[in-house]
């Protein structure tokens, strides 16, 4: 959000100037009346030409600068804002930023907080040290060790770190996410393998989150291969089971959490007589276990 003085004024003086009148005054070559550079001139630049409007020229007589004139001596700062200025150089004009100039001017640098404020974000200390080129607001290079400033956007992560204790509650967000904003690390990045040769980084979300990865999970389509990797026991006894059982997936009994068991009853209800079953309670002593049915 933009709030402030300078933006209101500032947004005046940026009134159409009319390019052959530029090239008039000897400010711009007349060249630039049928190109399309960026001059410095924010969205409202146009290379059409239109009326002179009174105060923006007598500005030009009295030998003040305007933000066309700026490109002639910081040639490098305008090709930068003009590749890579964002809303900085679509919203704003340098004179926005840059109200007077050395050395009348001495304190020509502005601080953010003239435009942007009434956000949390914005209440941080250091704004350069991310954003750290004004002319490239979204160029943002991240330390190592940050955690308060993402929390300024983002709400859900840190609750969940600290609902759900693992080590990772110990890292700070960027631990992991590194350098650029948005990215997103390879678990196998910092764990040397999974949890057999076979396992690959995408098979790591079928079972864990990252912001609590102890909270094993997992949908009723997941390979009982996966699981095989540590119950290798289990595994092999369905796998050689020549029961029915053996076509139901680890996932299809063990459902959603990490060692849920289920109660044969859960898939079969009651089979047999209440008399049966009030003499025999355990379904295993004729069935033996579920990964072992007797035949
Ligand atoms: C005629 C050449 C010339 C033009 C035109 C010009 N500048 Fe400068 N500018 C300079 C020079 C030289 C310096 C270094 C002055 C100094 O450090 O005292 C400078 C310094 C600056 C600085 C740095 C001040 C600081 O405190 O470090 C800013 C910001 C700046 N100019 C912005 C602008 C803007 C915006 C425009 C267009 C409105 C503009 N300049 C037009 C020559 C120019
Ligand atoms: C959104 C505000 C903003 C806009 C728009 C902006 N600047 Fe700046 N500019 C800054 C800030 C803040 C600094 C100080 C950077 C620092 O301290 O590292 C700066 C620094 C400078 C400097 C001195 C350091 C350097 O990079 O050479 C110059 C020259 C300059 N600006 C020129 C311009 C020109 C020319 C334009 C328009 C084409 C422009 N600026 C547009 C905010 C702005
Ligand atoms: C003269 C007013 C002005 C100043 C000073 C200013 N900005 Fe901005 N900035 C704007 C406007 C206008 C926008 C576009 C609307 C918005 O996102 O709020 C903007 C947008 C941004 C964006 C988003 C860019 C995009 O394209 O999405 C970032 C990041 C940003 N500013 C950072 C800064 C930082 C950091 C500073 C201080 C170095 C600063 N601004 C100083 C006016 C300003
Ligand atoms: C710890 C790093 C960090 C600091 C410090 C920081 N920012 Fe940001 N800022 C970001 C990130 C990351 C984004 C998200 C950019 C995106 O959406 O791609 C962002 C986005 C923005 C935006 C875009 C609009 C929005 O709010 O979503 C503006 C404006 C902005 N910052 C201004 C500031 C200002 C002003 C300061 C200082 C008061 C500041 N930032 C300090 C990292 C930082
Ligand atoms: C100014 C607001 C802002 C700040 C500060 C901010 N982010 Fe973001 N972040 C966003 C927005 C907006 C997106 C893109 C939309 C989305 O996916 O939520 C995003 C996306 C992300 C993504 C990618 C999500 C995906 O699905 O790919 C990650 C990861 C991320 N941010 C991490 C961080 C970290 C770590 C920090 C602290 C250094 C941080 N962000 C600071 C606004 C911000
Ligand atoms: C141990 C490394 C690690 C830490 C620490 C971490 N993240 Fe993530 N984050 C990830 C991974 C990996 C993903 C991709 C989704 C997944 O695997 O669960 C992710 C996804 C995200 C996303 C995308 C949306 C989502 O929730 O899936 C955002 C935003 C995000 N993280 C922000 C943060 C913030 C903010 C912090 C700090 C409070 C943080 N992360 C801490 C590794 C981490
Ligand atoms: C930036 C490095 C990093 C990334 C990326 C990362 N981890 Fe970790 N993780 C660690 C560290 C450090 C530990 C604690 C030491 C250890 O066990 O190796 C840890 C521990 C764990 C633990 C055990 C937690 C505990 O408290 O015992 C699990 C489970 C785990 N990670 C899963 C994952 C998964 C799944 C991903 C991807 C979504 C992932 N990690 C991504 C660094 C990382
Ligand atoms: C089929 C589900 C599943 C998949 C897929 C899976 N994990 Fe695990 N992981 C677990 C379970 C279950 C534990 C043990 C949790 C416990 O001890 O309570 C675990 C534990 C861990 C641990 C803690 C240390 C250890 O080895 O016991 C790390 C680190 C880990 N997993 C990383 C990964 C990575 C990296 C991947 C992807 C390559 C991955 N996991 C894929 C289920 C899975
Ligand atoms: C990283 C290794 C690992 C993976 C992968 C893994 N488990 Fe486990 N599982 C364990 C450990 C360790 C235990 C605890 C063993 C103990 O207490 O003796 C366990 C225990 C269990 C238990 C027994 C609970 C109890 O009360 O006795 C069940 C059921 C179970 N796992 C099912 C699964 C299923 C289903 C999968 C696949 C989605 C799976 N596991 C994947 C390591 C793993
Ligand atoms: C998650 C659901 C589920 C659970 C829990 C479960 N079963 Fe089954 N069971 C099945 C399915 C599905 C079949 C195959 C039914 C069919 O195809 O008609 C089956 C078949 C059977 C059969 C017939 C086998 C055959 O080859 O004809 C027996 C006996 C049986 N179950 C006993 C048990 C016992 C005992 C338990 C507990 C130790 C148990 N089941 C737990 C789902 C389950
Ligand atoms: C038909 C449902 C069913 C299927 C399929 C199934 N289980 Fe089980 N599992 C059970 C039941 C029920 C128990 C409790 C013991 C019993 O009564 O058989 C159990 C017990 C366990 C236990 C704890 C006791 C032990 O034997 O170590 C583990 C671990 C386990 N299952 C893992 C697995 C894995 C891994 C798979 C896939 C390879 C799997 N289960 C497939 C129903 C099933
Ligand atoms: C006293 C021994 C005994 C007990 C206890 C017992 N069953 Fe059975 N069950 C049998 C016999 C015998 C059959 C019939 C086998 C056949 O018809 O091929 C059978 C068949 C089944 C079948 C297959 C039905 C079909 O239509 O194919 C299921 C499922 C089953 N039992 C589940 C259970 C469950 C669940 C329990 C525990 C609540 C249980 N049984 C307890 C002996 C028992």
């Given at each position: 959000?933009?709030?402030?003085?300078?933006?209101?004024r500032?947004?005046?003086?940026?009134?159409?100037?009319?390019?052959?009148?530029?090239?008039?005054?000897?400010?711009?070559?007349?060249?630039?009346?049928?190109?399309?550079?960026?001059?410095?001139?924010?969205?409202?630049?146009?290379?059409?030409?239109?009326?002179?409007?009174?105060?923006?020229?007598m500005?030009?007589?009295?030998?003040?600068?305007?933000?066309?004139?700026?490109?002639?001596?910081h040639?490098?700062?305008?090709?930068?804002?003009?590749?890579?200025?964002?809303?900085h150089?679509?919203?704003?004009?340098?004179?926005?930023?840059?109200?007077g100039?050395?050395?009348?001017?001495?304190?020509?640098?502005?601080?953010?907080?003239?435009?942007?404020?009434?956000?949390?974000?914005?209440?941080?200390?250091?704004?350069?040290?991310?954003?750290?080129?004004p002319?490239?607001?979204?160029?943002?290079?991240?330390?190592?060790?940050l955690?308060?400033?993402?929390?300024?956007?983002?709400?859900?992560?840190?609750?969940?770190?600290?609902?759900?204790?693992?080590?990772?509650?110990?890292?700070?967000?960027?631990?992991?996410?590194?350098?650029?904003?948005?990215?997103?690390?390879?678990?196998?990045?910092?764990?040397?393998?999974?949890?057999?040769?076979?396992?690959?980084?995408?098979?790591c979300?079928?079972?864990?989150?990252?912001?609590?990865?102890?909270?094993?999970?997992?949908?009723?389509?997941?390979?009982?291969?996966?699981?095989?990797?540590?119950?290798?026991?289990?595994?092999?006894?369905?796998?050689?089971?020549?029961?029915?059982?053996?076509?139901?997936?680890?996932?299809?009994?063990?459902?959603?959490?990490?060692?849920?068991?289920?109660?044969?009853?859960?898939?079969?209800?009651?089979?047999?007589?209440?008399?049966?079953?009030?003499?025999?309670?355990?379904?295993?002593?004729?069935?033996?276990?579920?990964?072992?049915?007797?035949?």
């Open positions: 959000m933009v709030t402030g003085e300078t933006g209101k500032l947004w005046q003086m940026a009134l159409p100037v009319s390019v052959s009148a530029l090239c008039l005054f000897g400010l711009l070559c007349c060249k630039g009346a049928t190109t399309t550079h960026y001059d410095g001139e924010g969205a409202t630049a146009k290379p059409t030409a239109k009326k002179v409007s009174a105060p923006v020229a500005e030009e007589e009295t030998g003040l600068l305007s933000n066309r004139d700026c490109v002639k001596c040639s490098q700062v305008t090709s930068v804002i003009a590749a890579k200025g964002e809303s150089k679509t919203e704003v004009t340098c004179q926005d930023c840059h109200d100039h050395p050395p009348e001017i001495k304190e020509v640098i502005p601080k953010c907080s003239q435009c942007h404020s009434g956000a949390s974000h914005y209440e941080l200390k250091g704004c350069l040290t991310c954003h750290s080129n002319h490239t607001p979204l160029s943002i290079s991240l330390a190592d060790n955690t308060a400033p993402c929390l300024t956007c983002h709400e859900e992560q840190k609750p969940q770190l600290v609902e759900f204790v693992s080590a990772h509650s110990d890292l700070d967000c960027t631990n992991c996410h590194q350098e650029k904003h948005g990215m997103v690390p390879s678990c196998l990045d910092c764990h040397d393998e999974g949890h057999s040769p076979e396992m690959v980084q995408a098979d979300s079928n079972c864990h989150q990252a912001h609590k990865p102890l909270a094993v999970g997992y949908n009723d389509d997941l390979a009982s291969k996966q699981c095989a990797s540590c119950h290798t026991v289990a595994f092999d006894l369905l796998m050689a089971s020549t029961t029915k059982h053996h076509d139901v997936s680890c996932a299809t009994c063990h459902k959603k959490e990490h060692k849920m068991v289920p109660k044969c009853q859960d898939c079969h209800g009651e089979p047999h007589p209440a008399s049966i079953t009030a003499k025999f309670p355990t379904c295993g002593s004729c069935h033996n276990i579920a990964h072992d049915l007797n035949k």
